[in-house]
């Protein structure tokens, strides 16, 4: 029997609506749902060749338990009812044993239902440590610098306005690779509307080449260049005075701390020319509605943190906050449901003893302290915990929608302690990693 099943496509984090074509039980087909907001009916190459993961002679269907050594590579298949049943029973030694946080839950960033279960999950066990492999060099820079300068995200896939907007800045992201859907919103953009598109890349990325302005910045200068920016805007008189005067604290310290980044000394730290930052700077401010897309190339330094504070502080300087063809908050959205709402609902978040024992909590509060938009252990410091035993020790780990032996820094390191130091590493996931 043939049907179509309208559902959503979890390559990346566009979530593009598909229409998927089962014949006999069997996917043939995706296609894009025309009906679907985000995607409007297009799928990029990897929504359409998801039929290959589904039915991949590789892919994993059934529980397996290891039998030989650890990377040794021996498992055998044993029911679902005998994997429950295992691990809950080593759940419970383990918790027994060394306390309930010696249990902690890891997850990368897989499907939606990865980055909620699994913390459900280990929440529900009553232990504080879900720990993300990546999150502190993917998105969470963003996540932090953004909600302590608008108290939310404006740079989920809906929040940029690309087909209402005048003016496009890309800087750190490859969207017509990473993020196809969106990346086609801002050619659309350019086609329809003739939009400005500044790109800031060391790399000639594809959307370099439809670009009114590239700029070629040295890696890991971005808060220099975003500095540089403002105080062309502000010394300029080109900022949204009456955004500025309504809605900003601090300002007049902010043109007092722009001062010391004069275009020359960007140009000198950047690469980039200080004419071309000054048109870029000029041409963003002045072409409203403008969008900020950045992603995680610019999150991947010492200093990313700040880097998106200054980009997020850019945005509300020149009134592209929450206007149309800006970038949006999450609560004008209709329908949406900002993607922490799990970790703020009452019901769902630990008590605040179980909070305080969280690997990092005191150390990163804005990463993993109560208050943080994803509470989650930072990566490096599980693996260590586990390596160590210090503060105390990790023994059980649940991972679904990630690989931390590949994603880690140190990776070597991480192999050896989890193969020496793990009672229990339970893996979730469609193929042998
Ligand atoms: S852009 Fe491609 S991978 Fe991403 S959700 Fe859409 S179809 Fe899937």
């Known amino acids: 029997m043939d049907k179509k099943v309208r559902s959503v496509c979890q390559g990346c984090h566009v979530e593009c609506g598909v229409l998927v074509h089962v014949s006999n039980g069997k996917v043939t087909k995706v296609e894009g749902d025309p009906e679907h907001p985000m995607n409007r009916g297009y799928t990029c190459v990897k929504g359409r060749a998801q039929p290959q993961v589904v039915h991949h002679p590789d892919r994993l269907k059934h529980p397996l338990r290891r039998v030989g050594e650890r990377g040794s590579g021996k498992w055998e298949r044993i029911s679902w009812d005998e994997a429950l049943d295992g691990i809950a029973e080593k759940f419970t030694e383990v918790r027994e044993k060394s306390g309930v946080e010696s249990i902690a839950g890891i997850h990368g960033t897989g499907p ?17 440590n879900v720990i993300s492999v990546d999150l502190h060099i993917c998105y969470q820079p963003s996540l932090i610098g953004e909600r302590w300068t608008y108290g939310t995200s404006i740079l989920m896939e809906s929040g940029p306005d690309y087909l209402n907007t005048n003016c496009i800045m890309v800087m750190g992201g490859n969207p017509l690779v990473s993020h196809p859907a969106r990346g086609m919103d801002i050619l659309e953009a350019k086609r329809k509307r003739n939009s400005k598109l500044i790109v800031i890349d060391p790399r000639r990325i594809e959307l370099a080449s439809k670009a009114d302005l590239w700029l070629q910045i040295r890696p890991g200068t971005d808060v220099a260049l975003a500095l540089g920016m403002m105080k062309t805007i502000i010394d300029e ?17 902010l043109r007092e701390r722009v001062q010391e980044y004069p275009l020359e000394k960007v140009a000198e730290l950047t690469w980039v020319p200080a004419d071309k930052i000054r048109e870029a700077a000029v041409l963003y401010a002045t072409t409203k509605p403008a969008v900020m897309h950045h992603r995680v190339a610019i999150e991947h330094n010492l200093n990313s943190v700040q880097t998106c504070r200054a980009l997020a502080i850019l945005v509300g300087l020149t009134g592209n906050l929450d206007i149309p063809g800006g970038n949006l908050l999450p609560m004008s959205l209709e329908g949406y449901v900002p993607q ?12 605040p003893e ?5 690997l990092g909590a005191e150390t990163y509060p804005l990463a993993s302290g109560a ?11 599980a693996n260590e915990a586990i390596r160590t035993g210090k503060p105390y020790p990790l023994k059980a780990l649940f991972c679904s929608g990630g690989n931390p032996i590949v994603n880690s820094q140190n990776v070597k390191r991480v192999w050896e302690s989890y ?9 979730a996931d469609f193929f042998m990693t």
């Open 419 to 427: 193969k020496n130091n793990l009672e229990l590493h339970v893996v």
């Open 112 to 128: 939606r239902s990865t980055l909620y279960a699994n913390p459900l999950l280990i929440t529900a066990l009553g232990s504080p």
């Open 354 to 358: 179980v909070d305080k024992k969280r």
């Open 371 to 381: 208050d943080a938009v994803f509470p989650f252990v930072v990566g490096p410091l």
């Open 237 to 253: 008189e080109l900022y949204d005075k009456a955004f500025v005067e309504k809605w900003c604290h601090g300002f007049e310290e």
């Open 340 to 351: 922490a709402s799990l970790w703020e609902d009452p019901q769902f978040k630990p008590v």
